[in-house]
C-alpha cells in the first residue's frame, strides 16, 4: 500500500512538478516585489510621480463614481480649463478602484493599501503568466519554467512591478502577456481535437466534430482575444507601442525568409484588424494611421493577404513564391527611399520618424532631460547591473568574476547559440528552416535592447526576452553536459547534482540582487514636503496657482490640493520653456508679466531646483545650449553700515 502510494506520488510530481515548481517561483516573485511596501507609510508611495495621479484619480472615481471632465488642478499652463481625464488612459485610472471593490467588502482594506500591495501581486502574475507564454512559444516546459524563474529574480525591472508602484507596468504587463499567450496558441496551431475551446464550439454546435473547421474558428478566436487584450493595455499604458512594432517586425521578418503560414491570415490579421477597430472606435487614446506601429501592422497586414491571394488564384508559380514577397518589399523600401528625396515634406517625416525610432525620449529637447533618457554606452555598462548579479556583488564583496553570471550575459550566449543553430540547420540543408521561437526571440531581444537605450523605463519590455532567452540557454547547456557527461561514463546522479547546483548558485546570487534592490526601494516624498504641501492646503486659498517645475505637479495637486502651471504629463513648449526661463534667467519685468498672464499666486522654491539647473537651462534655450550655474562662494567679508 505504502509502495503505492509513493509511485502514485512520484508519477503526480513527474506530471505536475512545473505547477508545483510555479507555485514556489510565484511565491518568491511576491515576496521579493512586497518589499517596497514595508517602507511606506500613508499617503506616500514610490518616487514615479505618475503614482500619485492615479491615486488622485482612483480617489475621484470612489468618491464621484466617475473620473473629471475638467480636472482643474491639472497642467493649468496648457489646458485652462483643465484636462479631460476621459480622454486619458482610463484603464489605469480604474484598475485600483475595481480592486478596492472587489477586496474592501471582504477584508476591509483602504485605497491606499490597494495602492501599495496591488502592484506586488500583478508583478508577480506576470511572473506566473510568462510560463505559459514561454510554453506556448517553445514547447517545452523546463524553459518555460526556468523563464518564470529568472523573471521573478531580475532586480532592474523591480521598481516597476512592485509595492507602491502605483502606475501603469503592473496591470499592462499582464494584459500584454494574456495578449501574447492567445496569439501563440493560435499562431501555432495544428491538431487541437481535445482542446477546451473546440469541446465548447462542438458542443454549442458552432462547428461539426468531423468537419475539422473548427480549427480555422479557434485560431480566429485566439487572434480576437489578442486583438481585445492589447485593445486593454492600450488603455493602461502607451507602452502597447513596442508591442504593436514587435508584432509587425516579427511576422514581417517570418514573411522576408518565406516563413509564411495560412495560420497569420487567421490569428494574425485578426489580432490587428480587431485591436485598431475597437481602439479606433472605443479606446480613449485611439491610435492614429501615421503612427509608426499601425503603418508597419497595415504594411505586413496587406503583405500577408497579398501572399494569400497569389497562392489561392495561382498567379505566381510555385517554385517562385519564395521570392515574391522579399522582392516587393525590396521594392517598396526602395521606392519610398527614393521618394522621401523627391517630396521634402516625406522625407522630413521619415527622418523624424528614424531619430524617434533609436531616440524615444533624447531625439527631443524636453525628453532628453528627464531621468529616463540614457545612451547606448550607458545602457550596456548598466545592462549587467540592472540584468544580473552587480548588486549583490557590490553589497556583499564578492569578487567580480560573478558578474560574468549575469542572466544578460547568459541571454546574449543563447542568442549566439539559437544564431549558429540556425545557421548550421541551413548549411546542412540549404534551407533557412528557423521556428517561431527563434524568429520571436531575435526579434524581442534585439527590439528590447534598442527600446531600452532609447529609454530607461523600456528596459522593463527587455526582462521578457532576457528571460527566456537566457533560460533556453540554461536548459540547452544543461542537456548538453548531461549528453556530454554521459559519453564520460559519469554517473547521471552526480550529472544532475552539479547542474542543479550551478543552477540554483546562478538564480540565488540573482535572487540576492532582487533583494537588495527590493529592501532599497522606498517612498517618494519626504517628510518635508508632506508637511509644506499640508500647510499650503490648510492656509492659502482654493483657488490659488502654484508655479513650479512639472516634476512636483503631482505632489501639489494631490497633498495641497491646488493647481498647477505644469505637471508630468504634458511636456508641452508652451508655458515649459517660459517657466523654465523664470527658474534660469534674473527675475525681470517679462517674469512679471508671465506671472500676472497666468495668475500665480504663489512660486515653489526648493534646493532641489539646484541639481536640475541643467535641465531647465537646456529647455530654456531649447536645445541651443545649457547655461552654467551661477556659483557663489563664501569670502568671510560682510557689510557693516557703509564698510
Given amino acids: 500500500m505504502y509502495k503505492k502510494i509513493m509511485e502514485n506520488l512520484e508519477l503526480m510530481i513527474k506530471k505536475y512538478y512545473w505547477l508545483f515548481a510555479l507555485i514556489l517561483i510565484f511565491a518568491l516573485a511576491l515576496y521579493i516585489r512586497v518589499l517596497p511596501g514595508y517602507k511606506m507609510s500613508y499617503p506616500r508611495l514610490q518616487s514615479e510621480a505618475d503614482c500619485y495621479l492615479t491615486y ?35 484603464l489605469d485610472y480604474y484598475t485600483y478602484p475595481v480592486f478596492y471593490w472587489i477586496l474592501n467588502p471582504i477584508f476591509g482594506v483602504s485605497f491606499y493599501w490597494v495602492g501599495v500591495w ?66 501563440f496558441r493560435g499562431l501555432k496551431e495544428k491538431e487541437m481535437k481535445n482542446s477546451w475551446t473546440s469541446k465548447i464550439l462542438i458542443k454549442l454546435r458552432i462547428v461539426h466534430a468531423e468537419k475539422q473547421d473548427w480549427k480555422i474558428i ?24 513596442f508591442v504593436l512594432v514587435l508584432i509587425a517586425s516579427f511576422i514581417g521578418l517570418s514573411l522576408i525568409i518565406n516563413k509564411y503560414s495560412k495560420n497569420m491570415i487567421y490569428v494574425y490579421v485578426p489580432t490587428f484588424i480587431f485591436y485598431f477597430l475597437i481602439s479606433r472606435t472605443l479606446g480613449n487614446v485611439a491610435p492614429r494611421l501615421r503612427d509608426i506601429e499601425i503603418l508597419a501592422n497595415f504594411i505586413v497586414t496587406g503583405l500577408i493577404l497579398l501572399r494569400f491571394s497569389i497562392e489561392k488564384f495561382n498567379i505566381v508559380k510555385k517554385e517562385r513564391m519564395p521570392f515574391l514577397i522579399p522582392g516587393l518589399i525590396i521594392i517598396g523600401f526602395f521606392a519610398f527611399l527614393l521618394l522621401t528625396y523627391i517630396d521634402v515634406e516625406l522625407g522630413i517625416w521619415f527622418n523624424n520618424l528614424i531619430e524617434r525610432v533609436q531616440k524615444p525620449l533624447s531625439a527631443d529637447v524636453i525628453g532628453s532631460t528627464v531621468a529616463e533618457s540614457q545612451t547606448a554606452a550607458g545602457f550596456f555598462s548598466d545592462a549587467p547591473i540592472q540584468f544580473g548579479t552587480g548588486y549583490a556583488i557590490s553589497s556583499l564583496k564578492l569578487p567580480d568574476i560573478f558578474k560574468w553570471f549575469s542572466v544578460f550575459y547568459l541571454a546574449l550566449l543563447g542568442f549566439l547559440i539559437m544564431l549558429i543553430h540556425t545557421i548550421h540547420v541551413y548549411l546542412k540543408s540549404k534551407k533557412l528552416e528557423i521556428g517561431y521561437e527563434y524568429l520571436f526571440s531575435f526579434t524581442f531581444f534585439i527590439l528590447g535592447v534598442m527600446a531600452s537605450i532609447g529609454a530607461v523605463r523600456l528596459s522593463y519590455f527587455l526582462s521578457f526576452p532576457v528571460a527566456f532567452i537566457s533560460a533556453y540557454f540554461i536548459v540547452k547547456g544543461y542537456d548538453y553536459f548531461i549528453k556530454y557527461g554521459a559519453k564520460l561514463k559519469i554517473h547521471k546522479s552526480y550529472l544532475n547534482a552539479i547542474a542543479i547546483v550551478i ?26 514636503w508632506l508637511q509644506s504641501f499640508f500647510w499650503i492646503k490648510n492656509n492659502t486659498d482654493k483657488k490659488d496657482t502654484v508655479l ?44 512679471l508679466i508671465f506671472l500676472k498672464n497666468y495668475s500665480v499666486d504663489y512660486v515653489m522654491v526648493s534646493p532641489d531646483l539646484i541639481g536640475k539647473f541643467g535641465a531647465l537651462s537646456k529647455i530654456a534655450n531649447w536645445g541651443s545650449k545649457v547655461d552654467i550655474l551661477p556659483v557663489f562662494y563664501l569670502t568671510n567679508r560682510y557689510q557693516q553700515g557703509d564698510k
Fill in 503 to 528: 543552477i540554483f548558485f546562478i538564480l540565488g546570487m540573482h535572487s540576492a540582487s532582487a533583494y537588495i534592490v527590493g529592501n532599497s526601494i522606498g517612498p517618494g516624498v519626504e517628510e518635508g
Fill in 548 to 591: 513650479e517645475w512639472w516634476d512636483y505637479g503631482y505632489w501639489f495637486q494631490l497633498f495641497a490640493e491646488r493647481r498647477t502651471m505644469t505637471d508630468g504629463g504634458f511636456h508641452t513648449p508652451d508655458p515649459l520653456i517660459k517657466v523654465a526661463k523664470f527658474y534660469t534667467e534674473p527675475l525681470s519685468n517679462e517674469s
Fill in 118 to 183: 496591488i502592484p506586488a501581486f500583478l508583478g508577480a502574475l506576470q511572473v506566473f503568466l510568462l510560463y505559459f507564454v514561454v510554453k506556448e512559444l517553445f514547447n517545452d516546459k523546463r524553459i518555460a519554467v526556468v523563464s518564470s524563474a529568472v523573471a521573478a529574480v531580475i532586480p532592474g525591472v523591480l521598481y516597476r512591478v512592485s509595492a507602491g508602484w502605483m502606475d501603469k507596468e503592473p496591470m499592462a504587463g499582464v494584459f500584454m502577456l494574456i495578449g501574447l499567450f492567445f496569439f
Fill in 218 to 241: 479557434r485560431m480566429v478566436f485566439c487572434g480576437l482575444l489578442a486583438g481585445f487584450f492589447f485593445y486593454l493595455m492600450n488603455g493602461v499604458w502607451g507602452g502597447v507601442r
Fill in 56 to 90: 488622485r484619480m482612483g480617489m475621484e472615481i470612489l468618491e464621484n463614481g466617475k473620473l473629471p471632465e475638467k480636472d482643474e488642478y491639472a497642467a493649468y499652463g496648457t489646458y485652462l480649463t483643465g484636462f479631460n481625464r476621459l480622454d486619458d488612459y482610463i
